[in-house]
């Protein structure tokens, strides 16, 4: 059984940091694509960042210089550091696995990240 679950999401003032890990269980986690996603009230969802088994890195523009995926093979585990939080941050953070050579995706249920004053 594949499960995802995310963690370390709250309120934070606009300008401070967060950071979300994703667990992972049931794959073998270093053969698939990794990736945070997010949703915001009245939107669609929407990439944030992905990271690929051999290291290659794709962020939203809006997140650039800002934001930092990372994952350990080791654990199962990835992270999304967040920096320099704006209020336009707001939004359920998704993580996702998915395998390069499979029709496959997993979701976790997500992790509520607010910044606001």
């Known amino acids: 059984q594949v499960r995802l679950v995310e963690s370390g999401g709250g309120l934070v003032q606009p300008g401070g940091s967060l950071r979300l890990s994703c667990a992972a269980s049931?794959?073998?986690?270093?053969?698939?694509?990794m990736g945070w996603y997010r949703q915001a009230p009245g939107k669609q969802r929407e990439l944030v960042a992905t990271l690929t088994s051999g290291g290659t890195t794709n962020y939203a523009d809006s997140v650039k210089g800002r934001f930092t995926i990372s994952r350990d093979n080791t654990k199962n585990t990835m992270v999304l550091q967040m920096n320099s939080l704006k209020p336009e941050d707001t939004a359920v953070y998704y993580c996702?696995?998915?395998?390069?050579?499979?029709?496959?995706?997993?979701w976790g249920r997500g992790t509520q990240v607010t910044v606001s004053s």
């Open positions: 996702n696995a998915r395998n390069p050579d499979l029709p496959i995706n997993y």
């Open positions: 049931g794959m073998i986690f270093s053969r698939n694509v």
